[in-house]
């Protein structure tokens, strides 16, 4: 199947620093890329979705401001996350989906990763 | 509103006996739905989905999901559980099939499987 990629796998950084995330597709073209929040022993929460090329659509409660998505082509989309506290601690996990279709597009998942403020 | 519910947050099974993970969805129109597990620290691995036809579906690790419409439900099951399949199961719909559609999911079952 096909291949998602997130880098990197593990980030350290201090409160107030900001820190990006990428998402890859590695062998298809990813029209649309999602980007969920784990937090530990819960589900995933879907933070937002992105086309290729236009701005993302977030989800109720999550501020656009704060994590700031960037989906430049069709294979690379970025997640940062700015002025990081704490609280913004979580594993981040990415999501990239072909091109429409009905039994396509398959969605696929990266690795995550695991973000801790200090 | 799609969404799903798993309503075990625990399930502890013995090695070699068969194991069921319960799932009931809440959707309008033809639900299109998921299994994935997750081993610590790492992402969702894809184990099978439903969108049409036989309402049993094979996917991976020898794990299966029944589809009933009439109650509404999207059980896992695996005849004969391993110590391997410890790990955290999540349900998912997804919210249609066009470009603009989500994959919501559940709140996970933690399996534990004992020798």
């Known amino acids: 199947g096909a291949v998602v990629s997130q880098h990197p796998s593990r980030v350290i950084c201090k409160s107030g620093t900001s820190v990006k995330i990428e998402c890859r597709s590695l062998?298809?073209?990813?029209?649309?890329m999602f980007w969920y929040r784990q937090f530990p022993k819960q589900s995933l929460m879907l933070m937002a979705t992105?086309?290729?090329?236009?701005?993302?659509?977030?989800e109720q409660g999550v501020e656009k401001d704060k994590f700031l998505i960037n989906h430049a082509s069709l294979t690379l989309s970025t997640l940062t996350v700015t002025s990081a506290h704490p609280e913004d601690s979580s594993f981040y996990i990415c999501?990239?989906?072909?091109?429409?279709?009905?039994?396509?597009?398959?969605?696929?998942f990266g690795p995550g990763t695991r973000l801790t403020v200090t | 509103a799609q969404s799903v519910a798993q309503p075990e947050d625990q399930v502890n099974v013995a090695e070699g006996n068969p194991l069921t993970v319960k799932c009931t969805y809440s959707?309008?129109?033809?639900?299109?739905l998921f299994w994935y597990v997750q081993y610590p620290n790492r992402g969702l691995q894809f184990l099978l989905k439903?969108?049409?036809?036989?309402?049993l579906v094979k996917g991976s690790y020898g794990f299966e999901a029944e589809f009933n419409k009439s109650q509404t439900s999207f059980h896992l099951k695996k005849p004969s559980a391993l110590v391997s399949d410890s790990a955290l199961y999540f349900c998912?719909?997804?919210?249609?099939?066009?470009?603009?559609?989500?994959?919501?999911f559940g709140s996970g079952t933690r399996l534990s499987i004992r020798p």
């Open positions: 998912a719909v997804r919210t249609g099939y066009s470009s603009a559609s989500k994959i919501i």
């Open positions: 999501s990239a989906r072909e091109g429409p279709g009905l039994a396509g597009p398959e969605q696929y």
């Open positions: 062998d298809f073209q990813a029209t649309t």
């Open positions: 439903y969108i049409t036809g036989d309402n």
């Open positions: 959707v309008s129109g033809n639900p299109y």
């Open positions: 992105s086309n290729e090329g236009s701005k993302a659509t977030y």
